[in-house]
């Protein structure tokens, strides 16, 4: 295997001789465009996909067509959930998504199962992965129970804003894509913010003016 899957999954440096020649044999490597996707939702998983760039979006849509995050996958991490369908059955259920061109290697399930059979730096990296995923849909699941949006959003952006320029670079769409919301709910709440003069917008850019005002907001609730 090349340095760049060494560096990004340390446990396949360690695995023995005959191992490591299967990776480098039956392994695929799969350079995605941005939004393309990688796994529709009810597929069969036939590949675990290992990031080596860029990063995928695991994500569901209801049916009345609204998305929300499940989690990311970014370089040196793997998608729990493709684990699971292929070492317990069943189909795949969300959609794994590009962000950005992302550079993947695809582990067959075949490989995947002797892997975690006969490897226990596989498994501990599994078992890692397990609960990473765990803590990131725990925490999504208090957000949406205990939160309200106007909350949630100023924690999104407060999460989110780079440190040069406390601005963050995302569309009303992207942002309601991300809580689980509508635009309209997105750009209601965003309004109530510009009024206030936490942030300015403009398009696909939200600034931050205020982010003490804005973190008080993210902690004290006045969305009905």
Known sequence: MDDLVEKSFPFV????????????????????????????CGSECAYLPFVLEGALRIYKVSEAGKEVTLYRIEQGESCILS????????????????EGDTQILLLPAPLLNR????????????????????????????????HHMDMRIAAFLLRNATESDAAVSRTHGEIAAELGTSRE??????????????????????????????????ETSTDA
């Open 13 to 40: 440096g360690t695995l023995p001789v005959p191992l490591r020649d299967a990776l480098r044999t039956q392994t695929i490597r799969q350079t995605l465009q941005n939004r393309q996707v990688l796994v529709p």
């Open 83 to 98: 684990a699971t369908c292929i070492l317990n059955g069943g189909s795949f259920p969300a959609i794994a998504e590009a």
């Open 115 to 146: 892997l975690v059979e006969e490897n226990a730096g596989c498994r501990r990296f599994i078992f890692d992965q397990y609960a990473r995923r765990l803590d990131a849909v725990l925490t999504l699941v208090e957000e949406v129970t205990f």
């Open 185 to 218: 709910v997105v750009t209601r709440i965003l309004a109530d913010f510009e009024f206030d003069k936490m942030i300015s917008t403009s398009r696909g850019r939200i600034a931050i003016l205020k982010p003490a005002e804005l973190k008080e907001r993210a």
